[in-house]
């Protein structure tokens, strides 16, 4: 039977041409007028999953979306 993608993961992370998976960073949305500048800075740089974390993300995404 054909896997389905599990949409959540697939709006929250993405792959690279290595195979490595990136997120980006939460608390960008609304309210920024009362968060700091640091904190809005950190926000805006995304990430590469842990390698344990990968392989669940890996089991939600099975075609790689």
Known sequence: MKQK???AAAKR???TA???VKFKRA???HNMGNKSAKRK???R???IVFSGDQQHI???MPYGC
């Open 13 to 15: 992370f993405s792959f």
């Open 5 to 7: 993608t599990k949409k």
């Open 41 to 43: 800075l950190k926000a």
């Open 18 to 20: 290595t195979g490595k």
């Open 27 to 29: 608390g960008k949305r």
């Open 58 to 60: 890996e089991e939600c």
């Open 45 to 47: 740089a995304g990430g």
